[in-house]
Nanobody
Framework: QVQLVESGGGLVQAGGSLRLSCAASGRTFSNYAMGWFRQAPGKEREFVAAIGRSGRTTYYTDSVKGRFTISRDNAKNTVYLQMDSLKPEDAAVYYC?????????????????WGQGTQVTVSS
């Protein structure tokens, strides 16, 4: 059974940093793209970042470029999201995602597996 377990969320002041982790089990996730989404209250779940199988290819939504960094350790089946210079508008529940398709799309409809989410709160 596939399981994604996120950790690292919490409360941070604006301008601070957090590092999210997502540990995957049940499959060989080095074969798949992984990513992060977030969902704020009353809003739709939105794409944040994605990383290809090898880790060489990364994508970010415009609002986090230059502040967030996605990375992965295939030996540990883990994907990370380093979040720096956090803003109040970054506050949301962050979800880890795995996409098994050949072409990396990383949309809410192309994701095959979701984590349970971890809360990120940013105080102003």
């Amino acid at each position: 059974q596939v399981q994604l377990v996120e950790s690292g969320g919490g409360l941070v002041q604006a301008g601070g940093s957090l590092r999210l982790s997502c540990a995957a089990s049940g499959r060989t996730f080095s074969n798949y793209a992984m990513g992060w989404f977030r969902q704020a209250p009353g809003k739709e779940r939105e794409f944040v970042a994605a990383i290809g199988r090898s880790g060489r290819t990364t994508y970010y939504t415009d609002s986090v470029k230059g502040r967030f960094t996605i990375s992965r350790d295939n030996a540990k089946n883990t994907v990370y999201l380093q979040m720096d210079s956090l803003k109040p508008e970054d506050a949301a529940v962050y979800y880890c995602a795995v996409e098994t398709g050949i072409v990396l799309k990383m949309t809410t409809t192309s994701v095959d597996y979701w984590g349970q989410g971890t809360q990120v709160t940013v105080s102003s």
